[in-house]
């Protein structure tokens, strides 16, 4: 006579098998995403109550990822995230950075500012595309730079609906450095900051990233990866007044990304 975990799983493994999908993979990619969204280092144990397997089956897993370089067990017994995947988070990130261009460069044609997609990566933002402006004065961000989130207005929209006690967690690990005299330096304006996003729809960088510089971002909705695009030029001309007109425009374009990056897979 069956137990109820073997007919769980049974139930489980039709519906995998009804959706073509393979049980064993969906469970490893699962058991590694649980392991990013726990900070990157977890206990089997934690995995069991996160996930609802058996540790069994857990174990058999974590063997084979450990073996694979994409997870490693510290001497703790505790496992961790492996240094493999970051060559293929790295690879990932430039061919979102790819499908975005053509969405960047409708932004630049539409509001003729600089475009810029940025990623949420662990405490840091990384910017993993950028279409510049054709204006002879215009913006321009490297591919690649890392900047702390509380003095970006793609930091802002990306962590907007961030857990309060999460945000102060993260701000508590990075510090608050000042990188211009209008930079938020303090947990709380920057908490004030983000529930001002939530109200406007919109993220604000004026002048606190770099002085004469100011910006307008977006998250991009239901993406794969925390992802925000934004808009930046000179304060001069990315002013109150023309935020009116570009923020919808942004909010577009995001939309529509979020579309493209959801039907990268074939169905």
């Known amino acids: 006579m069956p137990t109820s975990s073997a007919s769980t799983t049974d139930a489980s493994s039709k519906t995998t098998a009804a959706s073509g999908g393979v049980q064993s993979l969906e469970r490893a990619f699962d058991l590694l995403e649980r392991m990013a969204d726990a900070g990157g280092e977890v206990g089997l144990s934690e995995l069991s109550a996160a996930s609802g397997l058996p540790l069994p089956t857990i174990h058999r897993l974590m063997r084979t990822l450990v073996a694979c370089g994409y997870v490693r067990q510290q001497p703790n017994r505790r496992y961790s995230l492996g240094p493999r995947l970051i060559r293929l988070g790295e690879s990932a990130s430039r061919l979102l950075g790819t499908w975005a261009r053509p969405y960047l460069a409708r932004l630049v044609e539409e509001t003729g500012e600089t475009a810029n997609m940025a990623l949420l990566d662990g405490d840091e933002i990384v910017y993993?595309?950028?279409?510049?402006?054709?204006?002879?004065?215009?913006?321009?961000?490297?591919?690649?730079?890392?900047?702390?989130?509380h003095s970006t207005g793609v930091g802002k929209a990306l962590l907007a609906h961030t857990p309060a006690e999460e945000v102060r967690a993260l701000l508590a690990r990075t510090g608050m450095p000042a990188a211009t005299e209008k930079t938020i330096t303090t947990p709380e304006g920057f908490l004030e900051a983000l529930e001002q996003v939530r109200?406007?729809?919109?993220?604000?960088?004026?002048?606190?990233?770099?002085?004469?510089?100011?910006?307008?971002?977006?998250?991009?909705?239901?993406?794969?990866?925390?992802?925000?695009?934004?808009?930046?030029?000179?304060?001069?001309?990315?002013?109150?007044?023309?935020?009116?007109?570009?923020?919808?425009?942004?909010?577009?374009?995001?939309?529509?990304?979020?579309?493209?990056?959801?039907?990268?897979?074939?169905?």
Do not use: W
């Open 128 to 149: 993993v595309a950028q279409v510049p402006s054709k204006h002879s004065m215009r913006m321009f961000t490297e591919v690649g730079r890392r900047v702390l989130p």
């Open 199 to 267: 109200k406007s729809g919109y993220a604000v960088d004026d002048n606190e990233q770099e002085i004469g510089v100011r910006c307008l971002a977006v998250s991009v909705p239901n993406s794969p990866t925390a992802a925000a695009i934004s808009i930046s030029g000179p304060a001069g001309r990315v002013t109150e007044a023309v935020a009116e007109s570009f923020v919808p425009i942004l909010q577009g374009v995001a939309a529509e990304l979020s579309l493209a990056l959801a039907n990268q897979n074939p169905a």
